[in-house]
């Protein structure tokens, strides 16, 4: 098919939910019913089952299903009683929900930058972050590492400054279950690890979803209770903390489990996707690095261009059909609600370059090599 013939079809998606849904066949549909009959809809068998999977698959001790991303960080905070006059630590190239849970928490979030190659927090800037957090009379007490587009940090040099200053590790694998560093799955890495299970996230149900994965058993504990308003372990309602709403529903843990059984081959679709967007872009755009000792389950594909060039290619793009999305053009510190808080000595230079020129293209393991080439060839006319 050329791309002449591609364009005759339907419009390209950013992310096809679609066409997960129709290789899913009958299956999510079958284990819907199977929650429909049973009628436990809050802690049904699935919910376990589920945690058992995940926790399994990751090789946690234990994992911990919730409402969503948000709530998954924002419980671990939570459990680990941060709050007024502490400091953590978050890059400030990402999704704003990083550093919402620790300002909803009552603590300051000091923003770090990121490298220009990963789009990963940058750890000579971490360890920056924590002596501007000291100096401005704030106890840091934890780091959120967020391992962006689906591609783990470089947690060996985070627990290395974690480790130095007492701090505690949240990783933020909200775009990143499934993904490897030095041979581990995330989920592993941190103090604790938050993932989301948003449709458009590598695992995603069909609505929200999130999971929290430790291998810390007071921790885990603390949480499960944390997570239904606080209740005692005998005693429902005789409450032992200030808790939320924040389970996760059994329809959605059903999906789940039947989408966890396609997961390994959705992720090296996705890499092979990677692959051919490097070999076709490398000439014209500067395509995704991923360094030895990481897998990425490329949450999104983020090229960079020469600064000017992003408003031209997505506009040229669209008018072929083909979607594209800037995450993120603008630092958290650059955002309303966050520009209050402090940034790590040195500044944040390459999180507001970076803000200026990346650009993120249809990515999802159904994306067939003819659309991938009309993509490739198309991005090529405008910056070639
Ligand atoms: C999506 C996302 C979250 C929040 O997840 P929700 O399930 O939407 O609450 C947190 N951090 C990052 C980096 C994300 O991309």
Redesign the pocket.
Known sequence: MNSQARLDKRPIPFIDVAAQRRHLGRAVDEAVGRVLAHCQFINGPEVHALEAELAAFCGARHAIGCS??????RLVLMAWGIGSGDAVVCPAF??C??AEVVALAGATPVFADVLPDTFNLDPASCERAVATAKRAGLKPRAVIP?D?FGLPADHGAIAAIAAAHDLKVLD?A??SFGATYRGRKLGTLGTAT?T???PA?PLGCYG???AIFTDDDDLAARIRSLRVHGESLNDKYDAQHIGITGRLDTVQAAILLEKLKIFPKEIAARNAVAQRYAAGLADVATVPSVDNDATSVW?QYTIRLAPGRRDGLAAALKREGIPTAVYYAKPLNRQAAYRRFPIADGGLPVSERLSGEVISLPMHPYLEPPVQDHIIAAVHRVLA
């Open positions: 969503n991303g948000t709530d998954a960080l990402t999704f929900a990083t967020v962006l933020d909200a775009q938050a989301s299970f948003f996230k929200d979803g999130g949450a």
